[in-house]
């Protein structure tokens, strides 16, 4: 009997994160880059009453049939909560460095202590910041014309240097992409190289944004913030330029300026299988309530 009301509460505590996932889901809808949660379920360990037999062959020639186990189930329990990075829907904002992208490949940010990252365009040593990874492309320039997040994270690409005869050179090594101060317009094409027109009205390059593309998204660690920290189980570790992709090539999609990607969460799809999950918590609640009335009449034969 008391089996019957732990695999209930098992079901609830099951049901009570689905609700939690789901929730969070839907805090979530109108969040850049967002990619939704889902909660799957698995049995617990089942307990045997008798176990299979093969078939027997009897003394007098007759067979007898094999027999199945029989087994009780104990209750269900979470399998895994995952993370669901399909493409969200694109929002035009006009914004130069509202950035979004079609197709697979993650933005890389660097953040790291004083004098671990400049930012007069020199590269930086992967060992020495720490890094994580994000959807969201709304990007801003801070004081020194690097783009950085809402976070103050530095977007991470390679920079190019401008040369005293005032060519562009790139410095093939990951670095933070910073636009002049005294330039007069810049954009960034789908191929995420960065350029800008000087004072003197002369086009010039400052860098090209790079993409981190993994085997396993899903194996990455959320952090908050829109972003996401890279784990074993997520692919390949980056660990310089020659890891990251240029948008549009490797399997990486395209760049596109001026438009936000938005979450990935449906709320139809959400509200189904909240009304589900609600469904199923009163089931199991139910389970413990008979169970306890069944228990009360077992009691009650003393009388």
Known sequence: MLRSMYAGISGMKGFQTQLDTIGNNIANVNTYGYKKGRVTFQDMMSQTMTGAQGPTEGANGNTRGGLNPSQVGL????????????QGNRQTTNRPLDLSLEGDGMFMLAEGGTGDIDTDGKAFNLDNVNTSFTRAGNFYLDSEGAIVNNEGKYLVGEPYTINQNGSNTAQNNVGIITIPEDAQSFSIQPDGAVSYVDVDGTPKVAGQIRLANFANPSGLEKLGGNSYRYTANAGEQIEGLGDLSIAGSDGTGQMVAGALEMS????AESFTEMITAQRGFQANTRIITTSDEILQELVNLKR
């Open 75 to 86: 209750g269900s329990q979470t399998g895994s909560i995952d993370t669901i990075h399909t």
């Open 264 to 267: 990935n969460v449906d709320l």
